[in-house]
């Protein structure tokens, strides 16, 4: 049950995450908030180190997987999310990612021999068919979008789910949420910054900072989530874990319409939510 409460703590964070984002992105590019977010959360982590960080466990091979995770996710991830809403538009990338937790699962197996059960796979599927049903917009997909253009977010998908698996390969030697955390993080940020520098040094964009409060607070939710997230994956399974995380979408439509009073979801997206509710039922029956 733990594991279970700590994963859908993330998913209710990265749900979070998502809204307080709306409204920096009121006056902030994307690629300016994530500019202010990362760092936000990866500043709170290193003062924050002294005190949860466990270094007398530290090892350095685990270190470099959590390192070079870091440079990838979330930090590119980003990237590739904003260019890929730009190139296919955001209903396929969100459709594409619901995916996630299967390339995890499929990752899980392949890459550190971790099998699900049977009632695990069902619930991965019954749950993936849920978050679809309540995301799928058939008439918005598509369209003309050239095939090449799938490489981004089908790369981000492919990359967010394996990263669950390879992360629980460094903590078989360094089983350390709060070190992970921070050492990602540091790596995404630089990342980001870098990348971000590189950017804005051709395409000038003009300065506005009345959203830096809300990306701050956004990258403080987002870093939570993974914090939650990765002291989920010491405690379970890829396949426990992941498809309890991909339910954010559920938090999201809640939240979305408490903050920001946005219409409630149709009778397919209500389906989807009790279908998803049924999955998150059989993982708590395993």
Not at 173 to 187: E, F, L, Q, R, V
């Amino acid at each position: 049950m733990e594991v279970v409460l700590i994963s859908l703590a993330s998913a209710f964070l990265i749900a979070l995450g998502h809204v307080l984002a709306q409204f920096g992105l009121r006056t902030l590019s994307p690629l300016k908030g994530a500019g202010i977010s990362v760092p936000s959360a990866a500043l709170a982590f290193v003062l924050l180190s002294p005190v949860f960080a466990n270094t007398a466990g530290a090892n350095w091979q685990a270190a470099l997987i959590f390192a070079g995770i870091g440079c990838l996710f979330p930090a590119m991830i980003t990237l590739m999310n904003f260019e890929s809403n730009r190139l296919v538009g955001p209903s396929l990338t969100a459709a594409l990612g619901n995916f996630t937790p299967v390339i995890a699962v499929i990752s899980g197996i392949v890459i550190i021999g971790e099998f699900p059960t049977t009632m695990q796979a069902i619930a991965l599927a019954v749950i993936v068919g849920g978050i679809s049903l309540l995301l799928w917009k058939p008439h918005r997909l598509i369209g003309d979008i050239p095939l090449w253009a799938l490489a981004l977010p089908v790369g981000a998908v492919v990359i967010r789910g394996g990263a669950l698996a390879i992360v629980k390969l460094g903590f078989a030697t360094w089983p350390d949420a709060y070190s992970a955390t921070t050492i990602g993080y540091i790596m995404s940020a630089t990342v980001l910054l870098m990348t971000k520098g590189v950017i804005e040094r051709r395409v000038p964009v003009p300065e506005r900072s009345r959203g830096a409060l809300w990306f701050a607070l956004t990258g403080l939710s987002n870093g939570l989530s993974f914090l939650c997230l990765y002291a989920a994956l010491t405690r379970g399974s890829v396949a426990l874990v992941a498809p309890l995380v991909a339910t954010y979408p559920l938090f999201a439509v809640g939240l979305s319409k408490l903050f920001f009073g946005t219409a409630w979801v149709d009778t397919r997206g209500l389906v989807g939510i009790a279908i998803t509710i049924v999955g998150i039922g059989i993982l708590l029956a395993t």
